[in-house]
């Protein structure tokens, strides 16, 4: 596969599917900067829309929920992951397997599917709807995404560190705290930074579970997008746009430092 | 965590697991078995839920509407995967066959659209489908204008047509392919990352050496490279496959009501209808549903799975 037309068909599909995930996105960023209020006009460039949109207290509010729900369920859901990934890769116990298959069920069910599950669940146990159902609801899915990313670079941990620990008489918790944690921590980070980054990105199963007062920017974008399309939404979008940029960037310095390779999920 | 004994292990072992265990059974497997034991309940008259035993839900659910929306939804997921796959896998193959060092990078480009948030990534698609937006407006403009010049200049009935055509909008919003598109666009990242994984993984001494026992580019592929690669073809169609099959947030923007599919359905029972027993067995239709594609699938992947040596694709 290496020489002839078959490599000009590669290299042109390539280009073209990466111009796909490009393109709209670029046309995005563009249309947030014309002056015009109309899309389909342009009328030269102008940062009125990001002005308007840093006015916005809306917009300020529901970034704030969303800060708060991200930032606590990644909290919460990467000391669980990890300590449960701990579990599967280095315990051998009752029921295992079952607990594995309930471990990766959060992951493939779809989230129209939990969203509901959780809604009838609040509802009949009489919780009030708010940030703490979401935190909880994001959590429910997040301990899964951490476990499955620190299990990754636990299966490639060698033993024969910790051992070595031993032998210089290091008790266990010294062992743990001063040479597999370490060692783990690229895959924890990963695992944080991907728990963060689908709670900030989460609307079906927070578009269910909240109540009035914990919109976040998920939600008020929809709302926003719902009633129409406004140079604002563009603006806001383009910002979410550079957040995630900057989100995969750090994540690629995480992996440089001698972490496994690109993660799956 | 190497000299501990018996007791302590088990100690250890009780702490590290219980937060999650009861996070997971409180907060996911209860909750799943609410629902599964609401698809057999009633409506009760002032909305709330009788608990009885009834298949009356289920029994609805066969009514066309539902199954042509089952139906709908089937498909329109069927034909996103095989769109991912066509557009992703030669990606994830070109990818993996760059120098090491450029790998990095463009798996990166590739995680930018991927980890930028989906509505916005949706919404992005409504700037360029309605009939108001990028398409249209090169549609109807520049496209119209040519088309006009051309009619009058030119024989023929083509270019009179075309000017016809591009007098209205394409209309493409609101349809099935504008959904299509749109699950593309947001899948086809999930797509391509388990496939470069495996094709990444591939030892490519191995189409070397079916090359050198006479198989032809095409026969390589089809018998060594691609039944190697073949878990990561399976492991991302799934990826694609079933937030397709559940998507609410694509069919609800991109889409009209001639587009409904699944997931607006159990929106619709549980937030404005409130009838929870049977938006909890339509839930259940989407598990269900699930299931089955998943074991077809994974059970036409096993079959095609065979043949993997470079001598058989000589043959």
Redesign the interface.
Known sequence: MKRGPFRHLLNLSALSTFAFLYAPILILILYSFNASRLAYNWRGLTLHWYVDLFQNRAIGAALKNSLIVALSSTAISTVFGTMVALVMERYDFWGKLPFDALLYLPIIIPDVAMAVMLLMFFVLAHMQLGLITIIISHVAFNISFVAVVVRARLSQFDLTVEEAANDLYADNWQTFRRVTLPLLMPGILGGALLAFTLSLDDFVITFFTAGPGSTTLPLRIYSMVKLGVTPEVNALSSMMILVSMVLVFISYLLQRGGGPKIEML | ????SPRQ?RIS?A???S???F???V??????L??VA?SFGQRGTYGGIEWNLTLENFARLADPLYIKIFWRSFSIAGLTTIICLL??Y??A???A?RPPNRR?LF???????F???????T??????L?D???IN?AWTGPIHAAAVWLAANLPGVFWSSLSNLTAEPLGLFGTNLAIIIGLV?GW??DMV??CY?AIERFDFSL?EAAEDLYAN?LR??LRV?FPLTLPGILAGS?LVF??S??A??TPD?LGGARSVM??NV??SQ??AARD?PF??AV?MG??IL?VIGTVIYFRAGVKSTDTVQPVEAAR
């Open positions: 965590m190497i000299n501990l292990r072992l702490v590290l697991i937060p999650s265990l996070w997971l059974i907060f996911f497997l209860f909750p799943l609410i629902v609401m557009l992703g030669p990606l193959f070109w990818i066959t990095t798996i990166m480009l590739l995680i930018v659209p980890w930028t948030n989906f509505l916005v990534r919404y992005a698609w409504i700037l360029i309605r108001q937006g990028l407006v666009y086809l990242p990352l388990p994984a189409s580019r390589t592929f490279i799934m079933i937030p099959l559940g609410y947030v923007l699944i997931g159990i929106y549980f937030m929870y938006g909890a839930a989407l598990m699930m």
